[in-house]
């Protein structure tokens, strides 16, 4: 299955509005994530944005947290949802 499974790297350029930056929690484990920021944000009354928590239910026993189909996914969530 690692044909088709495209991976996906990091970008602190904005891509369509959207920032990326991976996260080591536990270098030991290689436990990560990835977290999405929009680059053009607007809050109210001086407040941070909201967060969306994205955890595929399948234990990514086909695909990485990295698979480019789900990293489409989540810039699709942070450039619309602005989150």
């Known amino acids: 299955m690692s044909f088709f499974n495209f991976r996906t790297s990091s970008s602190k350029k904005p891509i369509k509005g959207v920032k990326t930056t991976d996260i080591t929690v536990d270098k030991k484990r290689n436990l ?27 234990g990514f026993t086909l695909f990485a947290p990295n698979s480019k189909l789900y990293d489409d996914f989540c810039y699709r969530l942070a450039r619309k949802l602005s989150v």
């Open 32 to 58: 990560w994530f990835r977290l999405y920021s929009p680059s053009a944000t607007t809050t109210t009354n001086g407040g941070g944005l909201p967060v969306i928590f994205f955890i595929h239910g399948g």
